[in-house]
């Protein structure tokens, strides 16, 4: 009976400990992003990143992103990419403009894992901004406006962090609003 008494509690509580843990997993488009999967395993299941896929494999980018890293990554919405001219994105994907395609991507990557307190912290060591320095090799700019975390590419342009600190196995996704771009 005592057996069987302990038993009972051990299922009971390995089924708590797995909701508490399911609710460690943030939904980003409709699907839970596991921080025991890497960027891409995680991107394919969100329904708000399709474009992006897309434009990771058109790239030739997901060995890359599937790699031990660590990276940060601030990832643009299907939304971000509509913002963008009509017809630019079926431009970039072709296979002529590959490189210019790269640029793009690479351009919203920083090389290890940067969540947002890490993040905060550099804006707040920076006196109100920080720079930080993209896999592509260009510069964004960090800052907060109000509590919304913003991103200030190269061409002037501002992004929203609208979901932030989605762990990965390889690193940290940022969720943004709107496509950053180099020069």
Known sequence: ???????AIAVV???F?????AQKNPMVGGAAMYA???IVDNAVNSKDHTTLVAAVKAAGLVETL??????TVFAPTNEAFDKLPKGTVETLVKPENKATLTKILTYH????KMDSKAIAAAIK??????EL????????????????????????GVSTVTIADVNQKNGVIHVVDTVLMPN
């Open 66 to 71: 599937k790699s031990a890293g660590p990276f």
């Open 36 to 38: 025991t999967k890497d």
């Open 1 to 7: 009976m005592k057996n069987l008494i302990l038993s």
């Open 109 to 112: 990557v920083v090389a290890g």
């Open 133 to 156: 320095t993209t896999v592509q090799g260009g510069k964004l700019w960090a800052y907060m406006e109000g509590k919304k975390l913003k991103l200030k590419d190269e061409k002037g």
């Open 125 to 130: 060591k920076g006196n109100g901004k920080v």
């Open 13 to 15: 509580t390995m089924a």
């Open 17 to 21: 400990t797995t909701q508490a843990y």
